[in-house]
């Protein structure tokens, strides 16, 4: 017999049909809205420059490049994603006080399709992959539809400000060479949605914990403003449900650190070797750009709903811009940059504004058709703004009369799509390209060789970005003494001094901590001899005048508008044996009086060596070792000549440095950072010497330095093996209670 099928009640069958409509018009809407969203996005970043096979320029953005490529080229195929970077600051350990990963995956990316282009499609992943995130958020947070999609299209006016381009986040911030920060913003926002639909349900732990680990391999900022915004969802009234929340961060948060250890051990053991930059910004941009406003009101009202029906999702979201706020103000105390603290104030905003509006029209009907009209909207103001509104003189001026003539035109009333054009068309796209590559090609050298510095000049911007020459390791192979990361290393104060002795321009990030002095090329001089640097590359007539003038230096090549001088008095070589016996100074406090040693003309022949407690060798090493200093006694340093004549022939490479001596038990100087990751074969100790270099005494004639890992390294390492392995076996293992620990 056939079997009878029970049908469903009328109405209900109606009441399905009507949500599967609404289903669909809902899928169709928010597709056709990411349409227009990533539509507007392609046609400022255009094809033709972000898949043209050229090395990327503009801002600090060009920068970036050399490390991507020695990651690809140098590091990883020794296995490493952190190592020794030759080229800037007299070395640096790279990556280490910098973020790995949106590094790796431009490395990785780069196996399978020209690393120039992979370089820029990861630089812009974080602008596109916001407006999903956002949506992704809002979806997981249980937001009704329009939220998440009105989300996806308010990330707009925060990607297109353009009244900051330092503070994080944004287009011009990213163009800039925020692209890290960027990057995490975004994954920050896809945490936020995972944590909150995982600690609702008790579920996810462990993806809450890989992705918080991302975050913090991406940008250190976002992860301590996720971190701290997320403790309010361990709230509940329910006590019962409370412990359960805190037991559910307590879990997975330390997890996340543990899966990071690699990383963030070393960092947090090893920050007395960086260079903190706790100077608070000063903001001279809008607070709260003309592009924002007309979304506020819907930001104001959403926090109005939020008080009225006390949704807890709407807590969570204000309760991020307070902590964006007090990070702001304390990040001086903290060491840290305040104004990158901003932008999650301006993101969280526009978020709230989507839920605003979202409540605003929650009356009307027909709502599936709304966020088509309001993308449409958005993406006009975005596109119009800056004619609508004009800021000159801190004096706001409206043009409404404007409206038609923009609707014709559509004209992009800003700056954004003219940098997009000049950073991604490349180096190769420049009007000076040929005299910055000929420049480059005839300092061509590697690792070995000597030195070459630059002027600071804002007129090397016509090569591709005012920092153009800090890739000279990456056109010439040739290290010199600037660069990006500047507070990853203890040399780039003395670096950055350097500069201002031999630039009519300086930049002196280190101002109100480490000053710098005015154009004195002889004592500039002094100071590249130190440093070991051959070639000088000039741009302005002042320096130029002052070269010509100078005996020690000669005119090596020239095509205008650069020339290279060459320093015929350099020794040319990292390891030399100084004229005057080291000091030892026992103190933690040597960055201040090496410092000011190091701006003293008359005490740069006489080195002082640094430790915290002198032993029984040190004792018989150094003839003068003087505890506890004070500023006043480099007034007194004793000069004892060594009057030793030694031949020292060396071999240099990114990570070894091997020499020969015929001055063994001699105090050798190697002019190349100090950091606790080099480790002598041939001589006792490595010590911290003045500047910030390397001081060996040899045992033997052949000594050899080699970069590696340390105890502190393999406690992290192991850290984070522990926690791939706890993941994987909860995911792979049978053990029931394993899993049930995990929420899994």
Same mark, same amino acid.
């Given at each position: 017999?056939?079997?009878?099928?029970?049908?469903?009640?009328?109405?209900?069958?109606?009441?399905?049909?009507?949500?599967?409509?609404?289903?669909? *018009?809902?899928?169709?809407?928010? %597709?056709?809205?990411? %349409? $227009?969203?990533?539509?507007?996005?392609?046609?400022?970043?255009?094809?033709?420059?972000?898949?043209?096979?050229?090395?990327?320029?503009?801002?600090?953005?060009?920068s970036h490049?050399?490390?991507?490529?020695?990651?690809?080229?140098? *590091?990883?195929?020794?296995?490493?994603?952190?190592?020794?970077?030759?080229?800037?600051?007299?070395?640096?350990?790279?990556?280490?006080?910098?973020?790995?990963?949106?590094?790796?995956?431009?490395?990785?990316?780069?196996?399978? =399709?020209? &690393?120039?282009?992979?370089?820029?499609?990861?630089?812009?992943?974080?602008?596109?992959?916001?407006?999903?995130?956002?949506?992704?958020?809002?979806?997981?947070?249980?937001?009704?539809?329009?939220?998440?999609?009105?989300?996806?299209?308010?990330?707009?006016?925060?990607?297109?400000?353009?009244?900051?381009?330092?503070?994080?986040g944004n287009i011009p911030s990213t163009l800039a060479g925020e692209f890290s920060y960027s990057i995490s913003?975004? &994954?920050?926002?896809?945490?936020?949605?995972?944590? +909150?639909?995982?600690?609702?349900?008790?579920?996810?732990?462990?993806?809450?914990?890989?992705?918080l680990a991302l975050v913090a391999l991406t940008h250190v900022y976002t992860v301590l403003w996720a971190v701290l915004s997320s403790l309010i969802l361990s709230y509940d009234r329910n006590p019962k449900r409370l412990l359960?929340? $805190?037991?559910?961060?307590?879990?997975? @948060?330390?997890?996340?650190?543990? *899966?990071?250890?690699?990383?963030?051990?070393p960092l947090i053991l090893r920050l007395k070797y960086t260079t903190s +930059? /706790?100077?608070?910004?000063?903001?001279?941009?809008?607070? &709260?750009?003309?592009? *924002?406003?007309?979304?506020?009101?819907?930001?104001?009202?959403?926090?109005f709903m939020c008080a009225y029906r006390r949704d807890s999702r709407v807590v969570f979201l204000t309760y991020s811009i307070v902590t964006?706020?007090?990070?702001? $103000?304390?990040?001086?105390?903290?060491?840290?940059? /305040? !104004?990158r603290f901003l932008p999650f104030t301006y993101l969280t905003l526009m978020v709230l504004a989507a839920y605003g509006l979202s409540q605003f029209i929650r009356p009307l009907k027909g709502k599936w058709i709304l966020p088509l009209i309001v993308v449409l909207l958005t993406v006009f103001w975005v596109n119009s703004n800056k004619v609508l509104i004009t800021s000159q003189d801190d004096k706001i001026e409206f043009h409404p009369g404007k409206f038609m003539e923009q609707m014709k035109t559509w004209k992009y009333g800003g700056y954004t799509p003219y940098w997009v054009e000049w950073n991604y068309e490349g180096f190769e796209k420049k009007s000076i390209w040929k005299q910055f590559k000929s420049t480059n090609d005839f300092m061509g050298g590697d690792v070995s060789s000597p030195r070459a510095k630059f002027e600071h000049n804002d007129k090397h911007n016509a090569a591709g970005t005012v920092r153009a020459f800090e890739s000279i390791p990456l056109f010439a192979g040739r290290s010199i003494l600037e660069g990006l990361y500047m507070q990853s290393?203890?040399?780039?104060?003395?670096?950055?001094? !350097?500069?201002?002795?031999?630039?009519?321009q300086q930049s002196c990030p280190f101002w109100a901590v480490y000053p710098c002095t005015s154009f004195n090329l002889e004592d500039g001089t002094e100071h590249l001899k130190m440093f070991n640097t051959q070639y000088l590359v000039a741009r302005s007539e002042k320096l130029k005048e002052a070269l010509v003038l100078h005996p020690e230096w000669r005119m090596a090549f020239r095509d205008e508008p650069f020339e290279v001088w060459e320093l015929t008095t350099n020794p040319n070589q990292y390891v030399t044996v100084p004229e005057y016996m080291p000091v030892l100074y026992e103190t933690g406090d040597w960055k201040?009086?090496?410092?000011?040693?190091?701006?003293?003309? /008359?005490? %740069?022949?006489?080195? %002082?060596?640094?430790?915290?407690?002198?032993?029984? /060798?040190?004792?018989?090493?150094?003839?003068?070792?003087?505890?506890?200093?004070?500023?006043?006694?480099?007034?007194?340093?004793?000069?004892?000549?060594?009057?030793?004549?030694?031949?020292?022939?060396?071999?240099?490479?990114?990570?070894?440095?091997?020499?020969?001596?015929?001055?063994?038990?001699?105090?050798?100087? !190697?002019? =190349?950072?100090? +950091?606790?990751?080099?480790?002598?074969?041939?001589?006792?100790? !490595?010590?911290? $010497?003045?500047?910030?270099?390397?001081?060996? +005494?040899?045992?033997?004639?052949?000594?050899?330095?080699?970069?590696?890992?340390?105890?502190?390294?393999?406690?992290?390492?192991?850290?984070?093996?522990?926690?791939?392995?706890?993941?994987?076996?909860?995911?792979?293992?049978?053990?029931?209670?394993?899993?049930?620990? @995990?929420?899994?």
């Open positions: 017999m056939k079997k009878k099928t029970k049908r469903k009640p009328k109405g209900v069958e109606l009441q399905m049909g009507k949500r599967t409509l609404n289903l669909t *018009l809902e899928l169709a809407v928010n %597709i056709i809205a990411f %349409i $227009v969203i990533y539509g507007f996005l392609v046609s400022v970043f255009t094809p033709d420059v972000m898949l043209a096979k050229t090395i990327t320029a503009g801002g600090d953005t060009a490049y050399y490390p991507a490529k020695f990651l690809k080229e140098e *590091l990883i195929p020794k296995g490493h994603v952190i190592g020794w970077l030759p080229g800037w600051y007299g070395g640096m350990p790279l990556f280490q006080f910098y973020f790995t990963l949106p590094f790796v995956m431009i490395a990785l990316l780069g196996y399978i =399709i020209p &690393l120039q282009i992979s370089f820029k499609l990861v630089t812009v992943l974080g602008i596109f992959s916001l407006p999903l995130t956002v949506f992704a958020s809002l979806k997981l947070m249980r937001f009704k539809f329009p939220t998440p999609v009105f989300g996806a299209i308010f990330t707009l006016p925060f990607l297109f400000q353009e009244s900051h381009s330092m503070w994080g913003l975004s &994954l920050t926002m896809l945490f936020f949605g995972v944590l +909150y639909y995982g600690i609702q349900r008790n579920k996810h732990m462990l993806a809450n914990a890989f992705i359960e929340r $805190v037991k559910y961060m307590g879990k997975s @948060f330390p997890l996340a650190f543990m *899966l990071t250890g690699f990383w963030i051990i +930059y /706790d100077i608070p910004w000063n903001i001279t941009e809008e607070v &709260l750009p003309p592009i *924002l406003w007309p979304f506020l009101f819907f930001s104001g009202f959403g926090l964006s706020l007090v990070f702001f $103000v304390l990040a001086p105390k903290i060491g840290v940059v /305040d !104004i290393i203890i040399t780039s104060p003395f670096t950055f001094y !350097i500069q201002s002795e031999v630039s009519e201040n009086i090496s410092y000011q040693w190091f701006r003293n003309m /008359d005490l %740069i022949d006489s080195p %002082i060596a640094f430790k915290k407690s002198a032993d029984t /060798d040190d004792m018989r090493l150094f003839q003068d070792v003087i505890r506890d200093p004070s500023m006043a006694d480099l007034d007194s340093l004793p000069k004892t000549p060594l009057n030793r004549e030694c031949n020292v022939r060396e071999i240099v490479q990114s990570d070894v440095i091997e020499f020969t001596t015929d001055c063994v038990g001699a105090p050798h100087i !190697i002019s =190349i950072s100090y +950091y606790p990751s080099w480790k002598p074969e041939g001589a006792d100790e !490595i010590y911290l $010497v003045s500047p910030s270099f390397m001081l060996v +005494y040899p045992t033997q004639k052949h000594v050899r330095i080699v970069y590696g890992k340390t105890p502190v390294d393999w406690i992290g390492i192991l850290l984070t093996l522990s926690a791939v392995s706890v993941i994987a076996y909860a995911h792979l293992g049978k053990n029931r209670e394993l899993k049930r620990f @995990f929420a899994l």
